[in-house]
């Protein structure tokens, strides 16, 4: 029995049969929902908000991935919500409101002349509440476009597609993660130990006496997967010379510097608009090359790397054009992306924004069907 | 025959220490055999064994003299991970030495590591995954598996790299008998078909012995090895399973190394024993101390304990046998008020042990846990004695005398981590019993422990019996079970399956069965010895 026949299930059955069920890429869901989650930085028109969570949503729910992580979804909209009560609270106490609509007052504070006269409590008004909200709603949305990649691609799936040279930063997330349930079992124990001996186990006295020989045994596994994690041959290393070393860095740390500038001349909507798209391309290309000369130094290859073919061209592309989309609209002034809050007024429904947002709702389409009943039915065992 | 494994005057010695590990080793190991090291606990088996992949010194530091070579590669030269293509290496606890967290992603990380192309890869992990009788697993994650299949997934993800050699500490320590079986199947399977060569060190000499090409005995404190065949070893080891000791005793020739050699010679044996007296059967009193009435247990959705009864009584010891999570643990942690009961009732000396904390738990049940370091907290065995008299309220010292009746030869002053493993046992089963608890509670004791320390627990525990406590263990070992129970107790599936005197429950069991049983039992069942040591005696008084 080959694995084709384990990892395309019954699923393929009742689709036209070209259509195999496989999992997409990591990095094409990454980069759509990067897409969604620009798009939305762009914004703070509610409707518009609401309607890219609602394509976040119905892609998951037709495309996620049968690991556990594709359950996170849910999380992430009640982190959102979090997210936006706190956002609204935080203006009602300490920000200076705006508008003149009060709903109510608090009671007042002003800090002392030291703490630059910070006001706390003080008239609460509809416009500043509103605003709060809206802004609330941008940033649950950018979580929940994350929220999205997560269940769709695990990513611990993405780590491993990284390229060489950041293979150990991945491979330490990943034995992060799987160390995390063992200390949990060790410091089971250690309580049970000091149970079992008559000691109490709560209090500041217990729990101190408990992290120690926790840590002690984490210090011990450590070195345990170090020896085996040798003597399988991690750390293999092929010949370089100290030019290519010293090459590889400067790349990657002025890659890094370009991505930055770029990144935030991109995203500040005042920064100047010239700056960013050619430092960001900059940057990227010296990653690249960076990326493929420390690659170099690794001897190791991959199993079962996942394959970038169309329906990874297409899910990346609806992502980019997305906020391709919206990042045009906001740099040439468009109307209709920030909500009027002072004064208040129904957002309004700018239809190339609508339609630049509903690009992103063809990967349900595009995407093939996610493997996985056998395999969900295990992982949830 | 040409040597994969070359050890020339090997001399090691680690930082610190007065005398070497191991001193002028010489040993050559052939392609496809199965080599089986022995020896006391702390005797260097660990050493000898890391020392064939360079983790010895490269990894624990100190030095090494003489020439350790692997296919023509010096480890001198050669860090393990440049051995990694030649030699895969099983440790103890597989779990910790696991990188990845799903089955086939474990398998390939070496493979990734040596940089075999991926379609090679691909068709490697295919070919491992049926060898193994792993494939329907292959996409679970490694926490969820049972102990047998971790065991195999860690011998796969090293053999993936394909290995010439592969090394393997205590394989099936940790084990149920069958999952033992499956692990030894399978090994056995390498060694004829691949062709690799093996090399395994294993306290449960009754499990592995009988597969052996030769045996290496190490006998501890720097002495020469003893190399030879499973016979010649074993005419005077002093590691040796019960079916050598058997031999020993009935002096036959040529020494039986399995039950089926042993069988073959042991009619006249069995016809001297018909004649023995019945076993006398100890006397319990009938009055239970510990009493469990159809208690349920589960974790979330998965029940542990599905409705288990059972009485104990001072003076008796059970042996709880049972497949890996057939709910041994679950029983011992509700017993000792850990868990609550879903259902049903627990009581000790008639008290609920939930409700108990402090001195009157301890007064009353005590439990040994499966590693028993995680008793010992504290940096000295003094410091962890006095600590023992302060929890159980008892007088300065008693802890100390307690200990100095059990093991004489333990150092206060000695850091309990560096211990013999069944030193720290007797520490910690101490530091237990100072407090006196009516019923003592043992999970797993026998895991790494060797022959002579396994007789003394097994000694200690019927003392203890006799004294009045009731015992419990929980454990895979059979012979231990032969040893010292008075009564067998087998759970599967959290349910009592069987429930009996030890020799009634184990002696029509294949699984249970200690090693004298089945060589001694007749083809109509019946009566038979279930230990070397009843032989001997049986044999005492027919003269």
């Known amino acids: 029995m080959t694995a084709l026949d384990v990892r395309a299930p019954d699923a393929t059955r009742h689709r036209r049969a070209t259509r195999l069920a496989r999992l997409l890429h990591p990095g094409a869901w990454w980069l759509w929902a990067a897409g969604l989650a620009v798009a939305a930085s762009r914004m703070t028109n509610p409707l518009l908000l609401l309607l890219i969570v609602a394509v976040a949503g119905y892609v998951v729910a037709a495309r996620r991935s049968p690991s556990p992580w594709a359950r996170s979804f849910a999380v992430f909209l009640k982190l959102g919500l979090i997210v936006i009560a706190i956002r609204v609270v935080f203006q009602a106490i300490v920000a200076a409101p705006i508008g003149t609509t009060v709903i109510f007052t608090l009671p007042a504070l002003t800090l002392p002349e030291i703490m630059a006269g910070v006001r706390l409590g003080g008239p609460v008004t509809l416009e500043s ?59 089971d124990r250690v309580r049970t130990a000091r149970r079992l001996r008559g000691r109490s186990v709560g209090g500041v006295r217990g729990t101190a006496a408990v992290a120690l020989p926790v840590l002690e045994g984490a210090l011990e596994r450590s070195v345990t997967l170090a020896a085996a994690m040798d003597s399988r041959g991690y750390g293999r290393q092929a010949e370089r010379t100290p030019l290519a070393r010293h090459a590889t860095a400067a790349a990657l740390l002025s890659a890094l510097v370009f991505v930055v500038i770029g990144a935030y001349a991109l995203l500040d909507a005042s920064a100047p608009a010239a700056l960013g798209l050619p430092m960001l391309a900059l940057g990227f290309a010296l990653g690249i090359a960076g990326f493929a000369l420390a690659g170099r130094r690794s001897v190791r290859t991959r199993y079962r790397p ?67 009943l056998r395999v969900r039915a295990e992982v949830s065992e | ?53 360079g983790l010895v010194p490269h990894f624990t530091g100190g030095t090494l003299a ?27 606890d ?24 991926a379609s090679t890869m691909r068709r490697r992990v295919e070919e491992t995954l049926d060898l193994l009788g792993l494939a329907d697993v292959r996409d679970r994650a490694l926490l969820s598996l049972s102990g047998g299949q971790r065991q195999r997934v860690a011998i796969g993800a090293v053999l993936t790299a394909h290995p010439r050699v592969l090394v393997l500490d205590e394989p099936t320590s940790a084990l149920d008998p069958g999952a033992a079986e499956e ?81 073959r010679q042991a009619r006249d044996l069995r016809e001297r024993l018909r004649q023995r007296p019945g076993r006398a059967h100890r006397t319990v009193s009938a009055e239970p101390v510990v009493t469990v009435e159809r208690t349920r247990a589960s974790y979330g959705p998965v029940p542990a304990l ?34 609550r009961p879903d259902a049903g009732t627990v009581r000790i000396d008639g008290v609920d042990p939930a409700t108990l904390t402090g001195p009157r738990l301890i007064g009353r049940i005590g439990l040994v846990p499966q590693d028993s370091t995680d008793l010992l907290q504290r940096d000295s065995v003094a410091a962890e004695c006095a600590d023992a008299d302060r929890d159980a309220g008892v007088e300065p010292g008693s802890t100390a005398a307690l200990l100095a009746r059990i ?26 019993l100072v407090a006196t608890p009516a019923v003592l509670l043992l999970d797993e004791p026998t895991r790494g422990l060797d022959y002579p320390t396994k007789e003394r627990l097994s000694d200690l525990l019927r003392d203890l019996a006799a004294s009045g406590h009731a015992i419990v263990v929980a454990t895979h070992d059979v012979e231990l079970a032969a040893e010292t129970a008075t009564r067998v107790v087998v759970l599967a599936e959290g349910e009592v399956v069987a429930d009996g005197p030890t020799a009634e429950v184990v002696v029509g069991s294949p699984l249970f069965a200690p090693q004298v049983a089945k060589v001694l039992v007749g083809p109509d069942g019946g009566d038979v010895p279930l230990t070397v040591t009843e032989v001997r005696q049986a044999l005492a008084v027919s003269g």
């Open chain 1, 129 to 187: 509440m509103v605003a709060a909200l809206y802004d609330g709603m941008r940033l649950a949305t950018i979580l929940i476009c994350v929220g999205a990649a997560n269940s769709l691609a695990s990513p611990a799936r993405l780590l491993k597609a990284v390229p060489a040279a950041l293979y150990e930063f991945g491979l330490s997330v990943v034995v992060a993660v799987t160390f995390a349930p063992q200390l949990v079992a060790d410091l």
């Open chain 1, 306 to 372: 996942d394959p970038w073919s169309w329906p990874e061209w297409g899910v990346a592309l609806c992502g980019v054009a997305t906020g391709a989309t919206l990042i045009a609209m906001s740099i040439s002034g468009v109307p209709g992306l920030i909500a009027p809050v002072d004064p208040l007024g129904w957002p309004a429904v700018p239809p190339l924004a609508v339609a630049g947002i509903l690009i992103s709702v063809l990967p349900a389409v595009i995407a093939p069907p996610a493997p996985g």
């Open chain 2, 1 to 53: 025959m040409t040597p994969v494994i070359e050890f020339a005057s090997v001399t090691i010695t680690y930082p610190g220490a007065e005398r070497p590990a191991l001193a002028h080793v010489d040993l050559d190991i052939g392609e496809g055999e199965l080599v089986l090291v022995v020896g006391q606990t702390g005797s260097g088996k660990t050493t000898l064994l890391r020392a064939i992949n």
């Open chain 2, 66 to 92: 003489g020439s350790v070579r692997v296919a023509g590669r010096d480890t001198s030269t050669h860090r393990p991970r440049d051995l990694a293509d030649v030699v895969g290496i099983v440790p103890q």
């Open chain 2, 94 to 117: 597989p779990l910790s030495s696991f990188v990845t967290d799903t089955v086939e992603e474990e398998l390939a990380y070496g493979m990734e590591c040596l940089g075999v192309p």
């Open chain 2, 183 to 263: 692990v030894l199947a399978v090994l056995q399977r390498l060694v004829h078909d691949l062709g690799i060569t093996v090399v395994l060190a294993e306290h449960r000499l009754e499990r592995v012995l009988e597969y052996a090409d030769r045996v290496i005995y190490v006998p501890g404190d720097a002495r020469p090895l003893v190399v030879g065949t499973p016979a010649e070893v074993m005419q005077a080891s002093p590691v040796a399973p019960p079916v050598v000791r058997l031999g020993r005793l009935a002096e036959w020739t040529p020494l039986p190394l399995s039950v089926r050699d042993a069988r």
């Open chain 2, 306 to 339: 599905r409705g288990v009864t059972l009485d104990i009584a001072k003076g008796e010891i059970v042996a709880l046998m049972g497949r890996n999570g057939a709910g041994k643990s679950t029983l011992l942690s509700t017993l000792v008020g850990l868990r």
């Open chain 2, 407 to 432: 093991a004489p030869e333990i150092p206060g002053d000695a850091h309990p981590r560096d211990l013999s493993e069944g030193q720290r046992l007797v520490l910690a089963l101490a530091v237990v």
